[in-house]
């Protein structure tokens, strides 16, 4: 029987959501925080905020704000209640820490919990967690989640692909957790090491912006429904929203409580309309996010879901406003040139684009790989189809390279999709 146990019964009242913010929002006054220095400058006190309107009043913080106080100044409880620290991934320069109170951790894995089980993953799974532990959030949040179903844990971390599909096989993995592009790798590997003994249903992805063209890709090849799990670490880390198995859209979880502006001029987008996600949390106590700005695009999508579950949704994130390129006037997602990869019979999902700016303008690049079954004498036939997708997807004209099978870089947790030169 499925486990019913994390499923949202009944809704917060706005009542009793924005009463737990006001909460949180005198603590911190009480404790002088940066934020409350914030709201002050405004004229804005804990009382003025009685409802989703009211939100909007609120200052935005940004990850600048948590940066600008490293390690710890964004801190809002005791350093004694603090039991667990995460970063995002970011790699260059000093990661964006955040900080857990046992209560945090325990809203967090009981957030995953109904985000895998809106997929159905209960006590008879086996999850296989290929997302690496460690300050990145990936690894522990899922843990945390399938473990409160009752699942099978197998906490494999990423990489070594040989040794992730021989435990697969050997364990009867039925459900498997990974960065899209890592899913990718393990396809290739069952490619080489053949399916036999693979009991696979199901892939709980997320932690990057993958298309639809590599979301059917992956379903074809690993033969699974391939689910997509959003979240960042400073919201907590995955379980801020999920798909559940009817995969049009993902449920936003009650405790946090979602806005879309324009990325410009912060204001509220008209509803429907895509913009950048704005995130406030009403539960999350060591560091609190009121309107963090997710730099992530997506937009809401109303009417109710046939799943039942009542959360809100929002649609998939297209990728984030900073990894926007304008070129040639155009706006550039490497989600968009993905789909326009994937679209092409014989080249394989692993692309790579180049930017650099040339007297000041945006130029760009694309590197792909053709699949190793594929000939190179059908060449000329990929390049004219890919060149007309690109097109069609973006546009504009990109220059392109389509190199030799296995050549891309390959990676074992988030893909790096920009190479800025
Ligand atoms: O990537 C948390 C996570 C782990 C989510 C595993 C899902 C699965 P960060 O390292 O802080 O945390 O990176 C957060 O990754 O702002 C998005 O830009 C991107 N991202 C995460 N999930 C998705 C997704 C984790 N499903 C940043 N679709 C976010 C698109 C995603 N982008």
Not at 52 to 68: A, F, G, I, R, V
Not at 292 to 300: A, I, N, V
Request: aromatic share 6%; with cysteine.
């Amino acid at each position: 029987m499925m486990t019913r146990l994390y499923r949202t019964e009944k809704l917060a009242s706005p009542e009793e959501k924005y009463e737990e913010l006001r909460s949180i929002l005198r603590h911190l006054e009480e404790i002088k925080h940066p934020y409350a220095g914030r709201m002050a400058e405004r004229g804005l006190r804990p009382e003025h905020i009685n409802g989703y309107e009211d939100l909007s009043l609120l200052p935005t913080t940004t990850k600048y704000d948590l940066l600008n106080c490293y390690p710890l100044g964004w801190l809002a409880r005791d350093k004694k209640d603090i039991v667990r620290i995460h970063a995002t991934s970011g790699t260059t320069g000093k990661p964006t820490l955040v900080a857990y109170t046992a209560e945090d951790v325990a809203m967090w894995a009981r957030n995953m919990a109904w985000c895998i089980g809106l997929s159905g993953v209960n006590e008879n799974d086996v999850v296989q967690i290929s997302f690496s532990y460690g300050l990145f959030t990936g690894g522990l949040g899922y843990h945390d989640g399938a473990d409160l179903l009752g699942a099978v844990v197998v906490p494999v971390s990423g990489g070594f692909t040989d040794r992730q599909i021989a435990l697969m096989k050997d364990l009867g993995t039925t459900v498997l957790a990974c960065a899209p592009s890592y899913a990718l790798r393990i396809a290739e590997g069952l490619d080489e090491k053949g399916r036999d003994g693979i009991a696979l249903r199901l892939g709980l992805f997320g932690a990057e912006a993958w298309s639809e063209e590599l979301r059917g890709f992956l379903e074809s090849r690993l033969g699974i429904k391939a689910i997509d799990i959003y979240g960042l670490s400073e919201a907590m880390g995955p379980g801020v929203s999920a798909e559940c198995l009817e995969q049009n859209g993902l449920h936003i979880s009650d405790d946090f409580i979602a806005q879309i502006v324009d990325p410009k001029t912060l204001a509220p987008a008209p509803d429907g309309d895509e913009g950048e996600l704005v995130l406030t949390s009403w539960r999350k106590s060591a560091f609190p996010v009121i309107r963090y700005r997710t730099r992530d695009l997506t937009s809401l999508m109303s009417g109710a879901c046939p799943c039942g579950e009542p959360t809100p949704r929002m649609a998939r994130v297209r990728g984030r406003s900073d990894d926007m390129l304008i070129f040639h006037g155009v706006n550039v997602f490497p989600s968009q040139v993905e789909s326009a990869v994937c679209g092409v019979p014989g080249l394989t999902p692993n692309y790579r684009i180049n930017a650099w700016k040339e007297r000041g303008l945006q130029n760009i690049s694309l590197e792909c790989e053709r699949s190793p079954e594929s000939s190179g004498d059908d060449l000329p036939r990929m390049e004219h189809e890919l060149s007309k997708a690109i097109k069609q997807s973006i546009g504009v004209t990109i220059p392109f390279e389509i190199l030799a099978p296995g050549i891309m870089p390959r990676g074992d947790n988030k893909a790096v999709r920009i190479r800025k030169k």
